[in-house]
């Protein structure tokens, strides 16, 4: 579904004595929050769905990283961060290596410090994601190459032909359930305009639950950890 069906969706939801009351404008801002709610509850359920998987060079000397320019996406999440030995794809000579993630900024500095892992810094790295900004640690002394699983932000759909739950404006994910994003949208208008929601709530709420057991279904069993950005 894409910006254009899913205003006509809501607006026949609504029908055309309330839906009269919203602009196209108006109704196309209530499907863009509608779709960030939903797409931020599809990556709680089940991160793994929405990854995007990108390969970066880390400066040698560097104490820090800027993502945004060297992501193509913003993100929300960093979910894995792996070493290669060479820049291109993972093959039986390249092989990656798991950088693990530090908790905290502190234990990022306090590994930095520890010889145990300083004097080997070949093979011991661990990251820290803070706002935009990638630390490695311990500062390397020639350039890494990294690969990164993260969370791209959804995109928000503002031409006719824009897709729902999309972070790349091109490919949709869950198109089946794009439905809970429009009766999310129109729940919205009719408080907005103060009516009875009562004959809405139920079926989105039963909308909800079927998206969210597909997204349930659809995740993987493991569960990398999701580093989240600190602000």
């Not at 309330?18 to 709610?37: P, R, S």
């Not at 104490?63 to 993100?75: E, I, P, R």
């Not at 390249?94 to 234990?107: K, Q, W």
């Amino acid at each position: 579904m894409n910006l254009s069906s899913a205003r006509v969706a809501a607006k026949r939801y609504a029908l055309e004595s309330k839906a009269g009351q919203f602009t196209d404008g108006d109704w196309d801002a209530l499907i863009v929050e509608a779709n960030n709610q939903v797409y931020h509850e599809c990556i709680a359920a089940n991160p793994d769905r929405f990854l995007h998987t990108q390969q970066i060079s880390y400066p040698a000397d560097a104490a820090t990283l800027n993502l945004s320019t060297a992501l193509t996406y913003d993100f929300v999440t960093i979910n894995a961060v792996w070493r290669m030995p060479e820049s291109g794809a993972i093959s039986r000579t390249n092989r990656p290596e798991y950088v693990e993630p530090a908790n905290h900024v502190s234990d990022l500095y306090n590994y930095m410090s520890d010889p145990r892992y300083n004097s080997n810094e070949a093979t011991n790295f661990r990251f820290f994601v803070s706002s935009n900004q990638l630390q490695i640690s311990p500062i390397p002394s020639s350039a890494l190459n990294l690969t990164l699983y993260y969370v791209p932000v959804p995109n928000e759909p503002s031409a006719d032909a824009d897709p729902l739950l999309s972070f790349d404006n091109s490919g949709s994910l869950y198109p089946r359930h794009h439905e809970t994003i429009v009766l999310l949208a129109v729940l919205r208008a009719i408080a907005i305009v103060e009516d009875d929601p009562a004959q809405f709530i139920g079926i989105y709420n039963a909308r909800r639950r079927a998206f969210m057991d597909a997204v349930g279904m659809d995740q993987q069993n493991q569960e990398p950890a999701q580093i989240r950005r600190g602000f």
